[in-house]
């Protein structure tokens, strides 16, 4: 259950019993009730955030995602990687990667940085 969902349930659960003991029989009674209500119930469940800046991450190129590679926790990009390729990885004993595609043509690759923490 999301946050929203939680938020909308303990909303509708609080209403219902809050208009029903208000006693209230119209519309225009609802609505007015609803001008008070929902003031009272932002300032109960109201929730500061922890830090005013934007931490939504920029949407990556959707094109790039194709050329992506992931190897022991780490992501590298290659720009001459056809969509839905295979690729094999060779490792030397001194640690030095090489990425090669199906047909044994060695890629040229740089690293990208690690995904921020969520």
């Given at each position: 259950?999301?946050?929203?969902?939680?938020?909308?349930?303990?909303?509708?659960?609080?209403?219902?019993?809050?208009?029903?003991?208000?006693?209230?029989?119209?519309r225009?009674?609802?609505?007015?009730?609803?001008?008070?209500?929902?003031?009272?119930f932002?300032?109960?469940?109201?929730?500061?955030t922890?830090?005013?800046?934007?931490?939504?991450?920029?949407?990556?190129?959707?094109?790039?995602?194709?050329?992506?590679i992931?190897?022991?926790?780490?992501?590298?990009?290659?720009p001459?990687l056809?969509?839905?390729?295979s690729?094999?990885?060779?490792?030397?004993?001194?640690?030095?990667?090489?990425?090669?595609?199906?047909?044994?043509?060695?890629?040229?690759?740089r690293?990208?940085?690690?995904?921020?923490e969520?």
């Amino acid at each position: 259950m999301t946050r929203v969902e939680r938020l909308f349930g303990t909303l509708l659960n609080r209403l219902v019993k809050e208009m029903r003991l208000a006693g209230l029989a119209t519309r225009e009674e609802d609505n007015r009730f609803l001008e008070t209500f929902l003031p009272r119930f932002n300032k109960t469940f109201r929730v500061e955030t922890a830090s005013d800046s934007d931490l939504q991450r920029r949407p990556p190129d959707p094109g790039s995602l194709d050329r992506t590679i992931s190897y022991e926790g780490q992501r590298y990009d290659t720009p001459a990687l056809l969509p839905r390729s295979s690729v094999s990885v060779e490792e030397s004993l001194s640690g030095i990667l090489r990425f090669f595609e199906r047909h044994g043509r060695e890629l040229p690759v740089r690293q990208l940085p690690p995904l921020p923490e969520r």
